[in-house]
T-cell receptor
Framework: KNEVEQSPQNLTAQEGEFITINCSYS?????LHWLQQHPGGGIVSLFM???GKKKHGRLIATINIQEKHSSLHITASHPRDSAVYIC??????????FGQGTRLTINP | NAGVTQTPKFQVLKTGQSMTLQCAQD?????MSWYRQDPGMGLRLIHY???????DQGEVPNGYNVSRSTTEDFPLRLLSAAPSQTSVYFC??????????FGPGTRLLVL
């Protein structure tokens, strides 16, 4: 079993829908990242959080350390949000362990 | 700042050939790492460095060497390429508040 599991693996939605991507992990962590990988391949950091909730524009990330679970929400989704979203946990000495990613497609 | 740069963007090798993937960052970050990304799998750590002169193995180090002679550069060497090393390789550095900065990736095909 992977240490970091994301669900769903693939998600297709219509423009404007509220999107939720989930990340569960089975190990102790110091923090968790949400990353976005565009179709061209580049990876950018969206959030790093160790507790509670963070918001940036239409993106919201939450984490529950006790339940070992994090969610990434996108409000008012848009076709430009189409990408692979990756959860990664920090395990000591800044080492990252990555989930397999969730491929999101937003149709106009 | 250029951020994290990688060269080449794409490379084709024959089995047994050697090559070096270049990675550089201009943000004065101490921590740098190399990952490989394969279909159906998350990114996996190959090697990492916590500063000039210090490197260590990650999850999948076999067949790869690294060195860190300067803060800026962190090259990854394939000693004798194998088809199993066909992958997309990402270099990354870690900045303040553990923010991750990724290079654009190198797509490697080993025939």
């Amino acid at each position: 079993k992977n240490e970091v599991e994301q669900s769903p693996q693939n998600l297709t939605a219509q423009e404007g829908e509220f999107i939720t991507i989930n990340c569960s992990y089975s190990v102790g962590i110091s923090a968790l990242h949400w990353l976005q990988q565009h179709p061209g391949g580049g990876i950018v950091s969206l959030f790093m959080l160790s507790s509670g909730k963070k918001k940036h524009g239409r993106l919201i990330a939450t984490i529950n350390i006790q339940e070992k679970h994090s969610s990434l929400h996108i409000t008012a989704s848009h076709p430009r949000d189409s990408a692979v979203y990756i959860c990664a946990v920090i395990r000591g000495a800044q080492k990252l362990v990555f989930g397999q990613g969730t491929r999101l497609t937003i149709n106009p | 700042n250029a951020g994290v740069t990688q060269t080449p963007k794409f490379q084709v090798l024959k089995t047994g050939q050697s090559m070096t993937l270049q990675c550089a960052q201009d943000m004065n970050h101490e921590y740098m790492s190399w990952y490989r990304q394969d279909p159906g799998m998350g990114l996996r750590l190959i090697h990492y460095s916590v500063g000039a002169g210090i490197t260590d193995q990650g999850e999948v180090p076999n067949g790869y060497n690294v060195s860190r002679s300067t803060t800026e550069d962190f090259p990854l060497r394939l000693l004798s390429a194998a088809p199993s090393q066909t992958s997309v390789y990402f270099c990354a550095s870690t900045g303040d508040y553990e923010t991750q900065y990724f290079g654009p990736g190198t797509r490697l095909l080993v025939l």
